[in-house]
């Protein structure tokens, strides 16, 4: 099914909560209202005539200038072989969005992930913590007014002589 279709079929299902198909692109998407990404993934997942099975990847973005993070979620059906991506804005302050783990169990480490490096929590999450930096690390790196600290445990976090000497 063409991108068209996949969101003709959202819209109907789900009024007034999904809106901006951009279907000349790559990757064609849309943007979902934070409260119905649940249920619209589980429509997506479950409808026999659309049938995504795999959430392939979820991450999100950091637009500060607009102070909003936006979580993007990579859809892929096998049986169909047909792709959509949605898109969800949050703010920049406090961003909360519901889980899909219920709907892919792939998505656990993806927003472990995106709750690591943007700080995007995941409500009804069943182990919501770090997954690549330590539990007491400060920030959350892949924001972009993300400041590096100097060090960590003693440790210097600068970067330039191991450049250099892998330049050399």
């Given at each position: 099914m063409?991108?068209?279709?996949?969101?003709?079929r959202?819209?109907?299902?789900?009024?007034?909560k999904?809106s901006?198909?951009?279907?000349?692109?790559?990757?064609?998407?849309?943007?979902?209202?934070?409260?119905?990404?649940?249920?619209?993934?589980?429509?997506?997942?479950?409808q026999?005539?659309?049938?995504?099975?795999?959430?392939?990847d979820?991450?999100?973005?950091?637009f500060?200038?607009?102070?909003?993070?936006?979580?993007?979620?990579?859809?892929y059906?096998?049986?169909?072989?047909?792709q959509i991506?949605?898109?969800?804005?949050?703010p920049?302050?406090?961003?909360?969005?519901?889980?899909?783990?219920?709907v892919?169990?792939?998505?656990?480490?993806?927003?472990?992930?995106?709750?690591?490096?943007?700080?995007v929590?995941?409500?009804?999450?069943?182990?919501?913590?770090?997954?690549?930096?330590?539990?007491?690390?400060?920030?959350?790196?892949?924001?972009?007014?993300?400041?590096?600290?100097?060090?960590?445990?003693?440790?210097?976090?600068?970067r330039?002589?191991?450049?250099?000497?892998?330049?050399?």
């Open positions: 063409e991108a068209k279709g996949i969101y003709g959202l819209e109907r299902e789900f009024p007034g999904v901006g198909l951009k279907d000349d692109v790559f990757d064609p998407f849309l943007m979902v209202e934070p409260q119905a990404i649940v249920d619209a993934c589980r429509f997506l997942r479950d026999p005539e659309l049938k995504f099975e795999i959430l392939s979820l991450t999100a973005v950091d500060p200038k607009e102070e909003k993070l936006q979580v993007v979620y990579h859809l059906s096998y049986t169909f072989r047909h991506v949605l898109k969800v804005g949050l920049r302050e406090n961003p909360r969005i519901a889980t899909v783990e219920n892919w169990k792939a998505a656990n480490w993806f927003e472990r992930e995106v709750f690591d490096l943007f700080g929590f995941f409500d009804g999450h069943s182990d919501l913590r770090r997954i690549l930096l330590p539990e007491d690390w400060v920030g959350h790196p892949l924001r972009k007014d993300y400041v590096e600290q100097e060090e960590y445990d003693g440790i210097s976090t600068e330039a002589p191991l450049v250099e000497k892998l330049l050399r």
